[in-house]
């Protein structure tokens, strides 16, 4: 009776520190999803969408890379903000961004108009990347973090591969432009939410923005993305624009490191790259980033060009990849925050996702739908492991006054590395399509036009192609989306390497807000002890008495540690 009595007020205690938690945590899930979204949810409208505005092709792609530049470049710049200022106030004003831009990229009227829209809204999302995981470390011990990453990490997933199914759906039942509405309400949503429920300290300091460092990674950053995602296109890859680009990224990129080694606040400091576990789980993260893009690009074009689905189809078809992200990151989120260790599960998790990679480069145009999902759910699952497990552990491992620009670093190299594997594996996709029809054709003896100007790098209709055209066409693009998920085998196996050399360190306790606290107390109290020393000195008190009580009050806060750890 007495043990029943004793456990009540210890459950109701957890029920109420969980409440604590879920409720600010479903206003940082619903910045989250309204982050992913934007930059998915209209891929599968874009031909509508330019068509509609008289675009060209290359409107099109900047449509694309305005949004991404924007995300990626002020990713790091959002994370060195919320590690000197107001992260509540810094998460809201990123929704706000949000909210405007997507308001009047539904109502542009012109391609111009959208792009510099959209600008908008990748500065946005940007903070939104940056700052989620940033302010659940303020809320959420190490141990406790791993089942929230787990939801952070479904959310990101289901966003990210079910946007454009929801956008073919939007856009065919209601028109594109309601591709920018349907966030607005989830981002006013999450604003109130966290308006209300937020509570988290400011430990505000002087703000020394490093505005050089940030121009020049910034330019360096865009000139690299830029050149990745046109060439092939507009230009060549080996072109004296190709080593004017590539020349001016390297040099501006150069001048940021020697500016971030230089100015007292720098935007993404270099000493990170001094903290082991920081530099391997940045490399881990480049191949996730590629898994993560590429699912969402080239699934996409595997089943409508390869098999022949519609846009909503090959949207309900990847929901085989969802679920191995839904559940792999919730199931092994809860374990690792359960058990406290996290290695094994994030080494397996890379292996799932190589073997899920390599199976991939096994589909044709006629592999059977079940073997496709299978590898798809395996491909899916090793996701899940990795992804937000892979921002816990740096986020365990770094100092919690530099959390957010190191968590920002994370997904900043991880979106980095992502799009321009996608971009790289694009190309390749592109030649190997145009080999493999202009070989097929010449065997068949039939002329390339009738391949709908796939020679000139046009995507055809296949409804208008003779069949053992279309067949042909269908079995190209099947075997050449195979082999872009070849390439990325390789990264995989660097990253299964990279995760397994990581520092298997404990996960700690306490939140960042509370390990702030610890070392403010700590410096107050050797401060404290320091005036201790210069009074004794005066008033002829033993030294030996002041270091003594010193060493008491030092060996109790270890004490209490330790118990909070065992706990």
Known sequence: MSLKTSDAPVQTADAASRRRVLVPLSGLLLGMFVAMLASTVVSSSLPKIIGDLGGTQAGFTWVVTSTLLATTVSTPIWGKLADLTNRKLLIQLSLLIFIVGSGLAGLAQSTEMLIFFRVLQGLGAGGLTALVQVVMADIIPPRERGRYMGLLGAVMAVATVGGPLLGGVITDSIGWRWNF?????????????????????????????????AALIAAGVSLLLIWVTLAGNDFEWLSATSVLMVVGAVVLLGLAVLTELKVKE????????????????????????VAMFGTSVFLSQYMQLARGKTP???????????????????????VISRTGRWKRYMVTG??????????????????????????????????GMVMQ?????????????????????????????????????????????????ADGLAKMGVDPSQTGGLSSG??????TLPEPVRILVESAYGEAVADV????????????????????????????????????KAASIMVAVSGAEVAADTEGIPLEDIEAEAGAASVANEEAETADRSR
């Open 350 to 383: 890379s292996v799932l996702l190589t073997i899920g990679l390599a199976l991939m480069g096994t589909i044709r145009y006629d592999t059977d739908f079940a073997l496709v999902f299978v590898y798809m759910f395996v491909m899916g699952a090793g996701v």
């Open 389 to 437: 497990n892979l921002v816990l552990i740096v986020q365990n491992a770094v100092d919690p006054r530099q959390i957010g620009t190191a968590s920002a670093s994370v997904a900043f190299f991880r979106s980095l590395g992502g799009t321009i594997g996608v971009s790289v594996m694009g190309a390749v996709l592109g030649s190997r399509i145009t080999t493999l029809v």
């Open 312 to 334: 909503t189809e090959s949207g309900i078809y990847t929901i085989p990849m969802i679920a191995g992200v839904l559940v792999s990151s919730i199931i092994i989120g809860q």
């Open 181 to 213: 509405y349907i966030a607005e309400p989830f981002a006013i949503a999450a604003i109130i939410v966290l308006q209300r429920t937020l509570h988290i300290p400011t430990h505000k300091r002087k703000v020394r923005i490093d505005y050089l460092g």
């Open 458 to 463: 046009a995507i055809p209709d296949l409804s």
């Open 485 to 520: 998920f070849l390439i990325a085998v390789p990264l995989a196996v660097i990253s299964i390497i990279a995760i397994a050399l990581l520092p298997n360190r404990a996960l700690g306790t306490k939140t960042s807000v509370e390990q702030i606290a610890d070392q403010e």
């Open 266 to 289: 720098p935007i993404i400091p270099m000493a990170l790259f001094t903290n082991r576990t920081f530099w391997l789980a940045v490399v881990a993260s480049i191949s996730v980033g």
